[in-house]
């Protein structure tokens, strides 16, 4: 694995040094973990010149620190350099090293980096040029290799093992706050690391909402359930949303509702593939969601990149520039909140695929049929 | 409870206009929650000039949103701003107002602001002097209100809840992970928002570790059992860490180790009082684990301040500088670990008092004598 995560941070070398930096300083945690393997909490990574070194102030390798925990344990074959945690910053302690090793412009995370901390490299290392090194780490990110992708397919496994379970056990009468929590222990029971993002849990009047932070609320008969939830396996991130009824019978509007909100996440699968704009996939789930009456009822973005981070590039988005790729993991997640009634939201994460590979790759594989519970 | 958020903010203006800024824009999330009520995620604060507004782009009044959630509701009298998602960066939208309003120099959170929402903000307003705020609304919530301390109180006696009644179970063959969920499951069943951090289990080896990750080690007869957890109560976070020893005959090592830590813990709080410096403080608890041979053994500080963050201002620490107020609620929560043995921690929140008024109130009252379970 080691090679790996050295081939990545040459890769992103070439590329700072085509554009005239012999050095880069990354300080996005997601990014620093994606090009070390681990990224303990402040770490950070200075890739090249020569030997790349990580800064940390916590140790890595200690058994009480990040390294054995969700954060990950840095390559083997990385430099680590292990800072008193009263010597401050890693960021300015790599901007005297690289000075001192003749770097005369290093490419920084201008996005990641506060402007304090940028003073205080400016400050230590008055003649480096810092450079802007941009999104360069999450554009690298997008394409995921094989092992990713694996673990992103166990990622997915255990939250349809978690929400599977969940589903066999009386729901009616348990709050929200509840029914998140059990899911979350189950995540881990099944081997997550952790919760991928905060469990979502809404019912009746909150179902369909995105981001909805779980309350005391109780299932009802009648109500819509919907959950959203997701594993971390090994830093790797899914997402699964999946709208349920409760009691037999449905009522006429949660079942026209349902089928709209399910033919729009179709209609955004089924265009996910190699070369297809963004901002096409997107159009492709909102169209349905226009003609069904509900289009001021649709978020921001029918879906986005998931990998080390939970909404990472790309984002399935109206405005959003630039083509699917083969091997990029992302969610499609419409959804359609009636106020004071409910609503559906379905999530997936899947894999672009090219046809010849049988089109895009399901991870989620929780049954999209309205259940009724 | 508006005056209150009303007061803290033209407190804030009155100290920008001393420093030459007629505007402050607040964009760390705890300084925004503080200033405002409440804080949508990703949402920013423009003090002044004339009246407050908060720039949001999620709706802090819509019902999925963090307005019912554990980010707070936005005082009723403040002004806000929904920016339409697509319209970008709150910061940005601010600094336009600000300069449309005639403001010449506007204080930002340069701690806080990335590089490039600082270059976003120039270019959409070239004239617009952006001056460093610095920490000055950090500063301004170290000291707590009644609201803020009766918050805390009840954060505090959630931890101590959800704590004693962990210890009436059984332990040994549990996992450090199950132990842990159970733990932050028990702090929403007593009320709590949330855990106000991730709740840290250490079993033998791993126990007296500092941010110990849970793991799947079992509880054994013999082990120390060190548990650290707070609850966020209304945002307010309380924190406690304690140590047990499992089974009914303590080894004399245990015994020595916990009476070490404890007699460094109670040093700690016995020097919490009005006027005394953060240092010493530290090196009073500091100085007792030095005597017993663990000098290099006790982490960078052994204590900090808590509020609506985890570790806020003050840092108990040796090159801390200030001094102590009353009403100022922090940690003392020193801890030995032992390589391949185990340790202890033990850590309470305590508000300073002045001693006319009992000295320090002590939050986190479970008991710190050694406990055989």
């Known amino acids: 694995m080691s090679d790996v995560y050295a081939a990545r941070r040459s890769r992103l070398l070439e590329r700072c040094v085509t554009g005239g930096s012999e050095a880069a300083l990354v300080t996005g945690p997601a990014n620093v973990r994606y090009l070390a393997g681990g990224a303990p909490p402040g770490s950070v990574l200075l890739v090249g010149p020569g030997h790349d070194l990580l800064l940390c102030t916590v140790d890595p390798f ?3 620190s990040a390294g054995t925990g969700p954060a990950g344990r840095p390559a083997e074959d990385l430099r680590v350099q292990l800072l008193p945690s009263a010597e401050g910053d890693p960021a300015v302690a790599a901007a005297e090293r690289a000075a001192g090793a003749g770097v005369e412009t290093l490419a920084v995370e201008e996005h990641h980096l506060t402007v304090a901390r940028h003073r205080a490299m400016r400050s230590v290392a008055p003649r480096l040029h810092l450079e802007d090194l941009g999104p ?5 990110r997008i394409v995921k290799d094989g092992e990713e992708i694996a673990a992103l397919r166990i990622a997915a496994e255990i939250a349809d093992q978690a929400l599977g379970e969940l589903l066999e056990s009386i ?3 348990r709050t929200e706050r509840h029914l998140a929590l059990e899911l979350e222990r189950r995540l881990v029971d099944h081997g997550a690391g952790g919760a991928a993002f905060p469990t979502s849990v809404g019912t009746g009047p909150h179902s369909g909402l995105a981001g909805h932070v779980p309350t005391d609320r109780r299932v009802e008969e009648g109500d819509f359930l919907s959950v959203c939830l997701g594993a971390d396996y090994r830093g790797y991130h899914s997402e699964i949303a999946r709208t349920f009824v409760i009691g037999t019978s449905p009522a ?10 399910f033919a ?3 209609a955004g699968r089924e265009a996910l593939a190699p070369g297809t704009p963004y901002r096409e996939v997107d159009r492709a789930a909102r169209r349905v969601l226009e003609a069904a009456g509900h289009g001021e009822r649709v978020g921001p973005s029918i879906g986005h990149g998931v990998g080390l981070e939970n909404g990472e590039d790309p984002r399935l988005a109206p405005s959003a520039m630039g083509k699917l790729d083969a091997c990029v993991p992302v969610t499609v997640d419409p959804g359609v909140h009636l106020p004071g009634r409910g609503g559906v939201r379905i999530d997936d994460t899947l894999v672009v695929r090219p046809e010849a590979d049988g089109g895009p790759e399901l991870l989620t594989i929780t049954t999209k049929e309205l259940l009724a519970l």
Do not use: K, M, S, T
């Open 62 to 64: 200690a058994d009480h």
């Open 136 to 140: 360069a780490v999450e554009q690298q």
């Open 171 to 173: 729901l009616v009468g």
């Open 252 to 261: 006429e509007w949660q079942i026209e509702l349902y089928d709209q909100v």
């Open 264 to 266: 729009a996440q179709r």
